[in-house]
């Protein structure tokens, strides 16, 4: 079996890669990453020389690096985690998120419609469904919820949904789609708020918090974000789609303030900042569908998750510093320089 995962040197697809290649020693895995600033190759560096697996530098929205990636490699599977990623990005620049994110996933479709395909998974998230409101804690969202996206990120994941469902309807193609909740763990690029508070906290530097920090999102450790799609690349049902949560709500104030007690730091670091435009009150995914079709349920409860999370970034801080030190300080003024 070769699968083909795109945005492997990012935070997830590179957890991704690594679940995988524990997991089926004897299944070939190719990377395909255009190495933008969130791609790292350090973070890889441990299966680099493994013989089943190869890194590739490429952007998924270009056709030829992507037809000629199949025609070498003839890829049974395939999972996109190759996108923009971050919500504050995309409020400064759409379009690039337009690019990777919709066309990126057209032009990897239309490869696995040329050269055939098993599966074509797409890693998507909750965001498609825009938010909740607080004062309805009963409300959760399913696959039945519709479409209503908030900032140009969610939008162009919910376009590029959109298309993998039409790419099944049309043209047959074997996909399947997961809706996660957010993630955090090891190797999260520190510009998302929990990467971003214990790199700040450790270095005693105000904690940015948008606007009075009630928004809520539902945490999951990125192990059981591989494990849940890892079952459903083996298992899961064509043309389906499948909400990944694991009941993990927490206010950004209180994640916050956890990061804080955990590494003994005061909670006057903790600096208010004007809110981000359009910002989502709340996410809270119902998982029932994939644990009653499939089984799965996460393994980390938050308060374990946090703590692994917090030791890995004490332990690696070489990962962090080189990522903090380069590029990520002009962005970092660039985006909280006059809050
Ligand atoms: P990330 O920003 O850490 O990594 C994205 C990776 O994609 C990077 O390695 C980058 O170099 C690569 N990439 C970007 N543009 C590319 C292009 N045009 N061609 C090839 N590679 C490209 O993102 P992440 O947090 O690991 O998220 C991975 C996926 O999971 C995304 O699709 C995201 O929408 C989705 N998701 C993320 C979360 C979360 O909490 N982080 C939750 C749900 C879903
Ligand atoms: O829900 C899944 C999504 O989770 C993924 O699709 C996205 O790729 C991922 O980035 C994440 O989006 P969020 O916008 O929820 O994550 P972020 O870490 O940027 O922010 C989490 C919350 O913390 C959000 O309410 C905004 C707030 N925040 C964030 C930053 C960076 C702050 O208060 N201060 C900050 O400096």
New binding site residues.
């Given amino acids: 079996m070769t699968i083909l995962v795109?945005?492997?040197?990012?935070?997830?697809?590179a957890n991704f890669v690594k679940y995988i290649i524990k997991k089926y020693p004897n299944y070939k895995v190719i990377c395909?990453?255009?190495?933008?600033y969130?791609?790292?190759l350090e973070t890889l560096s441990d299966v680099m020389d493994n013989p089943m697996f190869k890194f590739m530098k490429?952007?998924?929205?270009c056709q030829e690096t992507v037809y000629q990636l199949f025609e070498n490699e003839k890829p049974d599977i395939v999972v996109?985690?190759?996108?923009?990623?971050?919500v504050d990005r995309s409020i400064e620049n759409p379009r690039l998120f337009l690019?990777?994110?919709i066309i990126?996933t057209q032009v990897l479709m239309d490869a696995c419609r040329k050269y055939g395909i098993k599966r074509f998974h797409q890693?998507?998230?909750?965001e498609v469904y825009g938010d909740l409101p607080l004062d309805r804690p009963d409300l959760f969202f399913t696959e039945d919820t519709p479409i209503h996206a908030s900032s140009p990120y969610s939008a162009s994941?919910a376009s590029a949904d959109l298309l993998v469902l039409a790419y099944h309807r049309t043209y047959n193609l074997p996909v399947t789609i997961s809706r996660?909740?957010?993630?955090y763990g090891p190797y999260?690029?520190p510009e998302?708020l929990i990467p971003l508070m214990i790199t700040r906290a450790l270095a005693d530097q105000p904690l940015p918090v948008y606007g009075k920090g009630e928004n809520v999102r539902d945490w999951l450790y990125v192990e059981d974000?591989c494990s849940a799609i890892d079952l459903i690349i083996h298992n899961g049902c064509v043309g389906e789609v499948y909400n990944i949560g694991g009941h993990n709500e927490r206010t950004n104030l209180d994640v916050v303030k956890t990061i804080l007690k955990t590494l003994d730091k005061p909670e006057s670091l903790i600096t208010f900042v004007t809110d981000r435009p359009g910002h989502d009150m709340r996410y809270a995914i119902d998982p029932t569908k994939i644990h009653k079709e499939l089984g799965w349920l996460p393994k980390t409860k938050f308060e374990e998750g946090i703590k692994l999370t917090v030791t890995w970034y004490l332990q690696n801080r070489s990962w962090w510093e080189h990522i903090v030190n380069g590029e990520y300080q002009s962005y970092y003024e660039k985006m909280y320089g006059n809050r």
């Fill in positions: 795109t945005g492997g040197a990012g935070f997830i697809g395909l990453d255009a190495l933008t969130a791609g790292n490429g952007n998924i929205a996109n985690f190759a996108a923009e990623s971050h690019e990777t994110n990126g890693v998507s998230t909750d994941k996660c909740s957010n993630n999260h690029f998302k974000h």
